[in-house]
T-cell receptor, first 112, second 111 residues
Framework: ETGVTQSPTHLIKTRGQQVTLRCSSQSGHNTVSWYQQALGQGPQFIFQYYREEENGRGNFPPRFSGLQFPNYSSELNVNALELDDSALYLC???????????FGSGTRLTVV | GEDVEQSLFLSVREGDSSVINCTYTDSSSTYLYWYKQEPGAGLQLLTYIFSNMDMKQDQRLTVLLNKKDKHLSLRIADTQTGDSAIYFC???????????FGAGTRLFVKA
């Protein structure tokens, strides 16, 4: 098992810019989910991808978008960054239907 | 609605048992989970229980599910200082396409 890897580990962006975060899923997993974790809070569900399509979305605006590739790697894109987007972004892979996630270590995004 | 609630802090002495409680609102939950997060790290799956079970034991961990009251608990036996971390309760809903997390319970273990 290779686990879930995310890049970069840290990132600083300016308000209004765009950012792309990357994730490589655990081998054998066919879904990928993205979460936003603000300091001192629990992870907030952004969306989940299965078979390269978004099949579940949380309460996040359309400027949060994603992609899943045939090799199950994934990207999270955020446009028009706002200061409140500063958070730890976690990628998690799983098998469809349940059984729990394998999480990456996250990307710490700071918007200034 | 979708909501998972946990108490924020728990402090225990090394060697004692810890019990972390959680309530959830969505009665269609299929799986319920406990995750552990150490400082600067992602979340680690500790254990999970299917919604038609009421108890699951895994070494020092015991999960109890009261589906009628929508209450989930995690008991850690013989708590060690290495168990100090944040513990998150989570429920899987929408046919498994969405998992909702609580705010986490910070466990302090005193030597």
């Amino acid at each position: 098992e290779t686990g879930v890897t995310q890049s970069p580990t840290h990132l600083i962006k300016t308000r209004g810019q765009q950012v792309t975060l990357r994730c490589s899923s655990q081998s054998g997993h066919n879904t990928v989910s993205w979460y936003q974790q603000a300091l001192g809070q629990g992870p907030q569900f952004i969306f989940q991808y299965y078979r390269e399509e978004e099949n579940g979305r949380g309460n996040f605006p359309p400027r949060f978008s994603g992609l899943q590739f045939p090799n199950y790697s994934s990207e999270l894109n955020v446009n028009a960054l706002e200061l409140d987007d500063s958070a730890l972004y976690l990628c998690a892979s799983s098998l469809v239907g349940g059984g729990g996630y394998t999480f990456g270590s996250g990307t710490r995004l700071t918007v200034v | 609605g979708e909501d998972v609630e946990q108490s924020l802090f728990l402090s225990v002495r090394e060697g004692d048992s810890s019990v972390i409680n959680c309530t959830y609102t969505d009665s269609s939950s299929t799986y319920l989970y406990w995750y552990k997060q150490e400082p600067g790290a992602g979340l680690q799956l500790l254990t999970y229980i299917f919604s038609n079970m009421d108890m699951k034991q895994d070494q020092r961990l015991t999960v109890l599910l009261n589906k009628k009251d929508k209450h989930l608990s995690l008991r850690i036996a013989d708590t060690q200082t290495g168990d100090s971390a944040i513990y998150f309760c989570a429920e899987s809903i929408d046919g498994g396409f969405k998992t909702i997390f609580g705010a986490g319970t910070r466990l302090f273990v005193k030597a």
